[in-house]
């Protein structure tokens, strides 16, 4: 059964189709001697430097360099980006099955505050899973921070999305494991859901109706 009242549905990325391991990312920067890790770089807190890069207002290779500066002597660029990378998980092949199910009922999007280098892990893991490194085969359009300029808590990239694509907020579904991005969208009048660390987004009873 589907719900008739939900036109489209706004997908996250890491943390609800994408396995995620913020851990990961903190032990492999502190073993490469950035103790202080935390301090830079948190799912809810970014420093400045986190902020643009998601943006798209600085490139990898600034972004490389400015935490190069922070590593000991010897360090690599490739030592950064091996790091930086280690978050990016796996795609379980039932959530794109599902994904897949979902496009003959509804307009899928996805909306991701995502960079430039993650944006290459993640469809390297892809990859692995499905064959290919095409995210966009899943839904209509995909949405990237740090292509178009806004990220995710800010009210303008919803409403971007949704002037984009001539959706109602009303009859859009939007998911995400971060609370400041549900009440964000939940401010331009999408239908926001919180998915808790360790669920599964297809188990949310809006998929189990």
């Not at 935390?38 to 807190?45: A, D, G, P």
């Not at 692995?128 to 806004?150: N, P």
Request: one cysteine or more; a negative charge.
């Amino acid at each position: 059964m589907f719900d008739t009242s939900k036109e489209a549905i706004i997908f996250d990325l890491g943390g609800v189709l994408l396995n995620l391991d913020y851990d990961l990312t903190e032990k492999a920067f502190i073993s490469l001697g950035m103790e202080n890790f935390r301090e830079s770089y948190s799912q809810l807190q970014q420093t400045q430097l986190f902020d643009r890069f998601e943006c798209g207002e600085v490139s990898s290779f600034h972004f490389i360099n400015q935490l190069l500066d922070r590593l000991p002597a010897g360090s690599t660029a490739n030592q950064v980006v091996h790091a930086w990378d280690a978050m990016i998980l796996d795609f379980p092949a039932e959530r794109l099955n599902r994904l897949e199910e979902l496009s003959k009922n509804y307009r899928l999007f996805l909306l991701s505050n995502t960079n430039d280098l993650h944006i290459d892990a993640v469809r390297r893991s892809l990859e692995k899973t499905a064959g290919h490194r095409e995210l966009e085969r899943y839904f209509e359009k995909t949405y990237f921070s740090s292509a178009v300029g806004m990220r995710k808590p800010d009210e303008k990239i919803f409403e971007f999305v949704c002037a984009e694509n001539n959706l109602n907020p009303s009859s859009t579904l939007f998911i995400d494991d971060s609370p400041q991005h549900v009440e964000g969208a939940k401010k331009v009048g999408i239908d926001a859901v919180l998915l808790e660390k360790n669920k599964e987004v297809f188990d949310l009873p809006f998929f189990l109706a």
